[in-house]
């Protein structure tokens, strides 16, 4: 039984003293101090008894009595990090500061800071969104997009923000349980990941975007190859509203995962079509297709396999000349994806090798703005809405990628925050504190899904109220309307420009009339060919 875990050790032993101790006094073999001692383990024991029964905070489910000494280090933490540790704003990966906002949002509680900001706005790279004497007056917060190009037979309104793509096998069945109820009552979507559509992405309702990796979990036959049938199954499901195609994603680029056989448990192995106990190998490549125009083609099957339904893929981006293959392969056959998920090199939810996480793939910014560019450049980016993911974790973060030209933005980590992600960094281990990150049952046990989902919905309603407010601080009247204009960065401690310095946005066409209009273009644009991902020869 869970109770007799080391982690319980400090409750179970409260409770055995508390018996004790009493006997042993009352027999003349301790002294009367004992019934202090007494006393304090009656007390602990019913703290611990109440931690275990509890169900708003799983650190206390999952460490009754000593879980308190985290919140009692988090009451002490101005004091002690001031003078000990790093500072409220240093990210590691994610700064204190992230953090707290997501929890409070998610909680519903005070969200406001007195006594200025902890900012160093004299800083090389400090940036803000300039105001406007005018400011507007939005009425609704719920921003939404209409996603699908003139092939698709079935747009979907899809908010700003939504959850990004996070396995069940990574996480938990009560974390994914929690986020998808959490997004049914916020009504955004829930990106399953490449693990498949499990019975836990299906139970709450929420709306789902399907993510279709290179193992084709969920749509795979016996020998691993993409199966039509299996597809056509999960993809007419009501609760699917849109099919991702991942290439790649911004934690391990380029790097296939091997989810061990130790791990594939009954429903993991129903999830993804594959046999209970066996290693889960997702191959770094699809085998489906192997040049850009052979994406686009699997592309527009897709779409009519699901009934015309919005098809995407989501990538990070690497060698240019392969990103500006799948642009030249789009004006070769005139097909185009619905959507572009961009996802940043800054990593994310899923464990890599360090050099994976540190060293490779383009940061978002960088990648956001070449892929917006090479759209506009050759004429397609009305057709093609593209969604960015990467460190977003405040309305401002929001802003910032929507200026770069994002319509919308996607979330892991600030969701998993907001169901008790302490960001103690063992996702990978299997030994996740608070039960996001795990499969353990004992720990899975400590997230209970219904008190997490509503805080899922409160992060995401009050996220959308601040950048609410930023946008009507500015002037305008939805996150489309916010260009590198309304975006102020200081480059030295006595220069100020604008991001469209920065981050300049090309003419509509331009690279049609054979322009090159920077370096990257000229440098990687020849090298392009549609008919393969390799430099052009």
């Known amino acids: 039984m869970h109770i007799f875990l080391p982690r319980y050790f400090v409750l179970w032993m409260c409770a055995t003293l508390s018996i004790v101790a009493p006997l042993m006094t009352l027999a003349g073999q301790m002294e009367e101090l004992w019934w202090v001692i007494t006393i304090c383990c009656w007390c602990l024991t019913i703290v611990g008894i109440r931690d275990l029964r509890q169900t708003p905070h799983a650190t206390l489910r999952n460490y009754p009595i000593i879980g308190h000494i985290r919140y009692l280090l988090e009451s002490l ?49 400090y940036e803000w969104i300039n105001h406007s004497m005018a400011p507007t007056k939005i009425a609704d917060s719920d921003f939404r997009i209409t996603v699908g190009g003139p092939d698709c037979t079935q747009p979907f309104s899809l908010s700003v923000l939504n959850i990004s793509a996070m396995s069940f096998g990574a996480l938990s069945a009560n974390a994914i349980l929690a986020l998808n109820a959490g997004a049914k009552l916020g009504h955004f979507a829930h990106d399953t990941g490449e693990g498949g559509i499990s019975t836990y ?145 800054e990593g994310g939810t899923g464990a890599a090798p360090i050099e994976f996480v540190d060293h490779v793939g383009t940061p978002l910014r960088d990648a956001l703005t070449l892929v917006n560019n090479t759209l506009i450049g050759i004429g397609l980016r009305d057709r093609i809405k593209i969604g960015a993911s990467g460190k977003i974790t405040s309305s401002f973060d929001m802003a910032r990628v929507f200026a770069l030209g994002a319509d919308w933005c996607n979330s892991a980590r600030a969701f998993m925050f907001a169901i008790g992600c302490i960001q103690a960094q063992q996702c990978h281990t299997g030994r996740c504190p608070t039960g996001v990150a795990t499969q353990d049952l004992d720990r899975q046990r400590g997230l209970v899904p219904l008190d997490k989902a509503p805080r899922v919905a409160h992060f995401h309603k009050n996220t959308l109220h601040a950048l609410t407010e930023l946008l009507q601080a500015a002037g305008l009247h939805h996150p489309d309307d916010l260009t590198t204009k309304h975006i102020a960065v200081r480059t030295s401690s006595t220069k100020v420009t604008l991001m469209s310095t920065l981050y300049r946005e090309f003419e509509p066409g331009i690279l049609l009339t054979g322009k090159l209009p920077s370096p990257v273009f000229e440098y990687a644009w020849p090298l392009a060919d549609p008919d393969k991902f390799g430099p052009h020869s």
Not at 80 to 94: D, K, L, N, W
Not at 99 to 111: F, G, H, N, T
Not at 243 to 262: D, N, T, V, W, Y
Not at 315 to 343: N, Q, R, S
């Open 201 to 345: 992405h299906r139970q709450p309702g929420g709306d789902l975007i399907w993510n279709i990796g290179s193992g084709y979990f969920g749509c795979r036959d016996e020998k691993g190859h993409f199966s039509e049938s299996h597809f056509v199954a999960n993809a007419t499901l009501p609760q699917v509203r849109m099919i991702e195609i991942k290439l790649s994603q911004g934690a391990k680029p380029g790097h296939g995962g091997i989810l061990p056989g130790s791990k594939v448990t009954a429903e993991i192995a129903l999830a993804r079509g594959v046999k209970i106990g066996e290693d889960c190998n997702s191959p770094a490549a699809h085998s489906e297709f192997s040049t850009p125009v052979g994406l686009l083609e699997f592309v527009q099957r897709l779409r009519r396999l699901s009934g015309g339904k919005p098809v995407g893929f989501k990538l990070c981006i690497g060698h240019p000349w392969e990103w500006f293959a799948i642009a030249k392969a789009m004006l070769k056959t005139g097909i185009t994806p619905d959507f572009i998920v961009v996802d940043g090199g």
């Open 77 to 125: 933490r101005p004091a002690v990090r001031q003078y000990f540790f790093e500072s409220e704003t240093e990210p590691t990966p994610f700064s204190r500061e992230s953090r707290s906002l997501v929890y409070q949002r998610a909680k519903e509680e005070i969200d406001k800071r007195p006594f200025g900001t902890l900012e160093n706005v004299y800083r090389d790279d």
